[in-house]
C-alpha cells in the first residue's frame, strides 16, 4: 500500500504500518512522560500550597512582614544592648577588680596569723591597702592610698606582697 503524501515528502518506499506503529510507540511514550509531569506537578502544587499557607494559615506576604518588623526589633534591641554594655564596662572600670590578701603575725608572741593586709584595685591599677595589725593591747588599722600601683607612703612587706598579689590577679 502506497501513501501519496508519503511519496510527496520523499518517504514512498516505506510501510504505512511501520510509521503508524512508530507513532503509537510515540505517543505511548508522550503519554507517560504527560503522566509522570502531571504526578510532578501535583505534587509541586502540594508544596506550594502547603508553604503558602504557613504553621497558621498565614500567606508568604504576612510571614515576610512579620519577619521584617521582628528583624527591625532586633536590630533596636542589639543597638541599645551594645550601648548598655558600654555604658557597664565604663562604670565597672572603676569598680574593685583586683583583691590582695596576706595574713601573717605581725608580733611573735601572737599566733594563729590574726594581722592581715587588704589590697583593693581598680581596673587601673587605683584603690587602697588596708593594714590591720593584731597584738596583745589591741587591733589598729591603718589605710595607704593605692594610684597607679604605687604608694606614696612606704609599705611594709606585708603590704607590698598584698599589692603585688592584687596587681597580679
Known amino acids: 500500500m502506497q501513501s501519496s503524501f508519503l511519496s510527496k515528502i520523499g518517504l514512498g518506499g516505506l510501510d ?16 507517560v512522560m ?3 509531569m502531571m504526578k510532578n506537578n501535583k505534587m509541586l502544587l502540594k508544596k506550594y500550597e502547603r508553604f503558602m499557607q504557613g504553621s497558621r494559615a498565614m500567606s ?34 572603676f569598680a574593685f577588680q583586683k583583691m590582695g590578701l596576706i595574713k601573717y603575725d605581725a608580733y611573735s608572741q601572737m599566733g594563729g596569723k590574726l594581722s592581715y593586709a587588704l589590697t583593693l584595685l581598680d581596673e587601673h591599677n587605683n584603690g587602697f591597702i588596708t593594714n590591720s595589725v593584731h597584738s596583745s593591747s589591741g587591733c589598729f588599722s ?22 603585688e598579689k592584687a596587681i597580679n590577679s
Open 142 to 163: 591603718y589605710t595607704k592610698r593605692i594610684k597607679n600601683g604605687q604608694s606614696d607612703i612606704d609599705l611594709s612587706p606585708e603590704e607590698m606582697a598584698s599589692l
Open 60 to 93: 508568604l506576604e504576612d510571614q515576610m512582614t512579620k519577619l521584617a518588623s521582628t528583624v527591625d526589633q532586633l536590630c533596636y534591641e542589639s543597638d541599645v544592648h551594645a550601648e548598655e554594655i558600654n555604658n557597664l564596662y565604663s562604670k565597672h572600670e
Open 16 to 31: 504505512l504500518g511501520i510509521v503508524v506503529l512508530i507513532l503509537l510507540v510515540l505517543v505511548i511514550v508522550l503519554a
Open 34 to 36: 504527560v503522566g509522570i
